[in-house]
């Protein structure tokens, strides 16, 4: 044969009816696939074979082109996808993205404006919006209650219940001297404008050092050291915060002055020791705050500040937990309403560094005239009290020794000022 095609259609058949296939064969020729059939026709007593080879080609190539096509085209519809739902994604997640991150912030209670969140998609934009509002509102909320206690419950995951748990804590109390007469002379705005310039003057001072506002109670403040956030320097915080909100608000009363406004001099009472600190009050109604006998110990120095003409008084503990970085007067032993036992009380006089050499040898002369006093060497506690300038805590020693000077106190006597007053 002349074609190599044919003869090797006949020979594939040749080699499938032997086996006893029957149909359409396969087979290469020249490289390329061929298909044959063969089929049988009787010719009187002979059998006529009628065979068709035919390249695979011929029929089915448009099929295989059209495969090509719907591949080609299948395959940049894909594509095309992937980059609309890359975009798609690029114009949706950005400002989600951006709005899970302040959510994030806003749930530690960092309420200071993010980024702005712009996006054509509407529900997103009232996403964002939403998001604002809520920020506003706790923004609002946060200024009524503290919040350091808040963050500091929800970096522990811990749900806001009753309860709480001892922890050692040092506690300011803050009140102004006088001011029921200051108030009466003032139009209740003026009452709240001036409020409102002293309180931000004072709780910038206390938050600076580290302590949280626990509560205003008319004029009066109540600051927590140590808690929320336990600190190991939780007096020495108290008592740069004291330092601090003194220096503020004496530099507020000069300035009330100069412009007729009536001062509002300020006395702090700080005390340390064991509170029970967490939430108080009803299932549905929860103030987080500290309760002990050295809260009312606090108070109770406040109100003796009066008493010893000084601005600030501190419990002995604050004076021994606080450390020498601070220089003390030791101001008297005093036993204050509620308490048995009497207290020595110092008045912080500022940080070693800054106090005057002057005033460091005034306060060591009246500590050295003070153990005189508590030895009942009178005498010699009126010689020391002679050469320091009168104040109302030197002219309250210097009479109590000349009171006991002229008639002795009994064998029993301790040397504790009984203060009936809060």
């Not at 899970?100 to 200071?112: K, M, N, P, Y």
């Not at 007469?181 to 931000?200: I, N």
């Not at 949280?212 to 808690?227: C, E, Q, R, S």
């Not at 940080?351 to 005033?359: F, G, Y």
Request: glycine share 10%.
């Amino acid at each position: 044969m002349g074609f190599p095609a044919i003869a090797d259609a006949q020979a594939t058949f040749d080699r499938a009816r032997a086996a006893g296939a029957r149909g359409t064969s396969r087979y290469e020729a020249g490289g390329a696939p061929w298909r044959a059939a063969f089929r049988p026709y009787a010719l009187g007593t002979k059998r006529l074979w009628i065979g068709v080879a035919i390249p695979e080609a011929d029929f089915l190539g448009e099929v295989e082109r059209q495969r090509h096509t719907i591949l080609y085209v299948s395959g940049g519809a894909l594509l095309l996808a992937v980059l609309l739902a890359l975009a798609l994604g690029r114009v949706y997640a950005r400002p989600l993205g951006l709005l899970a991150a302040e959510s994030d912030r806003i749930t530690a209670l960092d309420l200071a404006p993010g980024p702005a969140v712009r996006s054509h998609l509407r529900e997103v934009h009232r996403l964002a919006e939403s998001q604002e509002r809520m920020r506003g509102a706790l923004d609002s909320f946060a200024k009524y209650v503290p919040t350091p206690v808040v963050r500091e419950l929800l970096r522990q995951g811990e749900a806001a219940r009753l309860g709480g748990r001892v922890r050692p804590v040092t506690v300011l109390f803050t009140d102004i001297r006088g001011f029921t007469g200051v108030s009466e002379g003032m139009t209740p705005a003026e009452l709240t404008a001036l409020l409102a310039d002293y309180f931000a003057r004072a709780m910038a001072a206390i938050d600076a050092a580290g302590g949280a506002v626990d509560k205003m109670i008319g004029d009066a403040i109540m600051a927590l050291f140590g808690a929320p956030v336990a600190s190991d320097d939780h007096a020495a915080r108290a008592v740069r915060a004291a330092l601090a909100c003194d220096r503020a608000l004496t530099a507020y009363e000069a300035e009330c002055l100069a412009a007729g406004k009536p001062p509002l001099v300020t006395h702090f009472g700080l005390a340390s020791g064991d509170a029970f600190v967490g939430n108080v009050g009803s299932a549905d109604r929860l103030n987080f705050t500290a309760l002990g006998d050295v809260v009312n110990l606090a108070s109770r120095l406040e109100g003796a500040c009066k008493v010893y003409g000084v601005r600030i008084l501190c419990a002995d503990a604050v004076r021994r937990a606080a450390g020498d970085a601070f220089a003390w007067r030791l101001v008297d032993v005093v036993g204050v309403k509620g308490r048995a036992t009497g207290e020595r009380v110092h008045e912080p006089l500022g940080p070693v560094a800054e106090v005057p050499p002057a005033r460091l040898a005034a306060a060591r002369a009246y500590e050295a005239a003070f153990e005189a006093y508590l030895a009942r060497r009178f005498d010699d506690a009126l010689g020391r009290l002679a050469a320091l300038a009168p104040d109302p805590s030197v002219a309250r020693l210097r009479a109590a020794c000349e009171a006991f000077r002229a008639t002795p106190p009994p064998p029993g006597w301790d040397g504790v000022a009984r203060l009936v007053e809060k």
